[in-house]
């Protein structure tokens, strides 16, 4: 691939989903556009961009900017930080919630293992969240990997990435393809919207609890910031943004703090209590 | 260290599963069948045992309820790593005393998974 080319479909992935690719990456744009290459019939890199240069199509830059994203996900990753926000996050906002009911947004989902863990962990404790209604909303850029995560399918090597066999049984049905789908009592509890971590108009509404876990650290800081801040304006009152382990928006932004309460969760600084990031 | 003892009757999957268990910071044993593994248990019973379901001499279900029976064989966590990956199979191997279960064919992130699963990483 031509320097060009990476430095096209690098500034490509960076303006449209913030995603930053280093130019040691190279070899995943490649990995990444191969099956667009292939059905496109273009022999290489160089061509694809030669043609989206030669014939600009919005439809397609997008499907090849939710290509070059990373795709990579499993079920109840950092598991112990899932199971504090059941056992601890989700019943404090449920206590302080008039109408019983939270809205989750899980952003940035892929193939949706990481909405459907939720959606496990939260039947594995209904009893003690007392029938709380609770609606999940999970949001992808990429529209096939949506696809996927509407069906709830996997095959063989993502169902056995972080699912334990007893939850494997209890939650999805083997098809005859040998695939296994996740019962239609999980697949109903969530929905599954395409959306633009950067895009500033789409409507999703305002959420009790954030879920942006290994998102924003595939960003550059500029946009991992942009990002943060428009995700300040899902928050509903109170509400908390849950980011992955290890990440962090210290000194990417002062409009989110650490909560006190809750480890791992972000709050929104109003106006005027914020400090210089 | 724990231990791990690997049993498969293909020398090829013992090595590859054994590669992967050791990165683990397991200490590896081997047995080609039922019966090599439950006399291996007999002498030294490990903390867990990967355990392939189709073998010659003695087959991986047999050898889950013979274990199970031994003084200590309930101890040890047992993750069945078999071909057989319908509904039925699974239930099967669960219902005779395994903790976890592996399809086949495998990777090392899922075999790392199955035993955090079962509280070995």
């Known amino acids: 691939m031509q320097e060009a080319t990476f430095a096209a479909l690098a500034d490509l ?22 099956s667009i290459l292939r059905r496109e019939g ?6 694809l961009v030669a043609c989206m240069k030669a014939r600009p199509n919005p439809i397609f ?29 989700i019943p404090h906002k449920l206590k302080r919630s008039k109408a019983g009911r939270l809205k989750v947004l899980c952003a940035g989902v892929s193939t949706g293992q990481e909405a459907y863990s939720l959606a496990i962990l939260l039947n594995e404790h209904a009893q003690a969240l007392r029938g709380a209604r609770i609606d999940i909303t999970a949001t992808d850029i990429c529209k096939q990997s949506l696809t996927t ?16 066999v007893h939850r494997l049984l209890q939650h999805f049905t083997q098809l005859e393809t040998g695939q296994w789908q996740a019962s239609e009592e999980l697949r109903r509890g969530i929905g599954f919207r395409q959306h633009n971590l950067l895009d500033e108009d789409a409507p999703l509404g305002q959420f009790d609890i954030i879920l942006c876990r290994h998102v924003l650290s595939g960003m550059s800081k500029s946009m991992r910031q942009r990002a943060a801040e428009l995700l300040t304006a899902k928050m509903a009152s109170e509400s908390v943004i849950i980011l992955g382990h290890g990440e962090t928006l210290t000194g990417v932004t002062s409009w989110l703090e650490p909560s006190r309460r809750h480890r791992g969760a972000w709050m929104y ?9 | 260290m724990k231990t791990c003892l690997i049993v498969d009757d293909s020398r ?4 590859v599963a054994g590669r992967i268990v050791a ?13 090599d593994a439950l006399a291996k248990c007999r002498e030294l019973m490990p903390d867990v045992i990967l355990l392939d379901w189709n073998m ?6 047999d050898f889950l309820r013979a274990v199970r029976r031994e003084k200590d064989g309930a101890t040890p966590k047992i993750v069945f790593c078999s071909t057989e990956t319908d509904r039925d199979h699974i239930t099967e191997a669960l219902r005779s005393g395994a903790d976890e279960f592996v399809m086949k064919p495998f990777d090392s992130d899922i075999l790392q998974s199955k035993f955090a699963e079962v509280g070995l990483v």
């Open chain 2, 12 to 15: 090829v999957v013992r090595k």
């Open chain 2, 23 to 35: 990165n683990l910071d397991f200490q590896i044993q081997e047995a080609v069948d039922g019966a």
């Open chain 1, 269 to 277: 600084v109003p106006e005027g209590q914020r400090k210089v990031a």
């Open chain 2, 56 to 61: 010659p001499v003695m087959n991986g279900l």
């Open chain 1, 42 to 47: 273009f022999a290489s890199c160089d061509d």
């Open chain 1, 61 to 89: 830059e997008t499907e090849v900017t939710a290509a070059l994203q990373t795709h990579q996900t499993s079920f109840f990753r950092c598991r112990d930080d899932l199971g504090r926000l059941v056992s601890d996050v």
């Open chain 1, 13 to 34: 992935a960076l303006s449209k989903t913030g995603q930053y690719i280093s130019p040691s990456k190279s070899y995943l744009v490649e990995t990444r556009l191969s």
């Open chain 1, 149 to 164: 995560a509407r069906a709830g399918t996997y095959g063989h090597f993502d169902i056995q990435h972080g699912l334990s």
